[in-house]
């Protein structure tokens, strides 16, 4: 469980890093699938970094569906969110040795409609996570400030779904890069401005994202969306349930 001075410091900063995911065990079990579960797609030439991987993996890949509810994973995410939890997606981030693919600035409450903003995601690193691979970067504190201006990219090496980036100027002197050894985590709020530079390393990089929300939590909009209940109950019926695997 977090301690009082993490969750003070998650709410003040927008962000935790780094902390204990998997044991070398479970991450080694979980690698092997998810590479597995990756190269029987295609792999990374066949684009499924931008595609099979993007959204509820979970749903496709056993491992994935055990990894959303890791007992370490969830305690952390009931200290910020509180003991009734929904897992309402989970990307695959994977970056090749000299791929230019990476993620540009932007906040996921820009455009994800959810409210309240009660909304964490689980960064869990399947292989070390370094500067030169392309770790997370976070601007700490932009959660508590008014949603930045989002636009088009343009770019088509931005690994983001809809290509979209933050449009202006990011100083980086104020951002923070989080290292994470592999079975390591960092948490991220729904508003806080993220970004990751490309793999300039010799061996490639895997990112699992797992976005928690509270149980309370509505999406915005005449579009119903689906999660599972991985902890406590669902008061709400915000959220369409999902089956455990969808094949």
């Not at 996570?129 to 770019?155: F, I, M, Y």
């Not at 931005?158 to 002197?173: E, F, K, Y």
């Not at 969306?225 to 991985?230: K, Q």
Request: hydrophobic share 40%; aromatic share 4%; glycine share 10%.
């Amino acid at each position: 469980m977090l301690s009082p001075e993490q969750i003070a410091g998650f709410a003040a900063d927008g962000y935790l890093a780094p902390l204990s995911a998997l044991d070398a065990g479970a991450l080694a079990d979980c690698r092997r699938s998810v590479e597995g579960f990756i190269e029987a797609r295609g792999g990374a030439a066949a684009g499924v970094a931008r595609g099979a991987l993007r959204t509820k993996a979970h749903l496709r890949c056993p491992a994935l569906l055990d990894l959303v509810r890791r007992p370490a994973i969830l305690d952390a995410i009931e200290g910020l969110l509180g003991p009734d939890l929904l897992c309402r997606s989970v990307s695959i981030f994977l970056k090749e040795p000299g791929d230019p693919a990476h993620v540009a600035w932007h906040q996921d409450a820009a455009y994800w409609g959810l409210e309240p903003p009660d909304v964490v995601t689980a960064w869990v690193a399947l292989t070390d996570s370094t500067v030169e691979n392309g770790a997370l970067r976070v601007l700490p504190g932009s959660h508590r400030a008014p949603l930045l201006p989002h636009g088009p990219s343009g770019d088509p090496a931005n690994l983001l779904s809809n290509g979209q980036q933050i449009t202006v100027a990011i100083d980086p002197g104020r951002s923070r890069t989080l290292p994470l050894r592999a079975g390591e985590m960092s948490l991220h709020h729904v508003g806080t401005a993220h970004s990751s530079e490309p793999n300039r390393s010799a061996t490639r990089r895997i990112g699992v994202a797992i976005r928690y929300v509270a149980a309370h939590v509505r999406k915005q909009g005449p579009r119903r969306d689906s999660a599972i209940l991985v902890r406590g109950t669902d008061r709400h019926g915000n959220f369409d349930p999902e089956p455990d695997l969808a094949g």
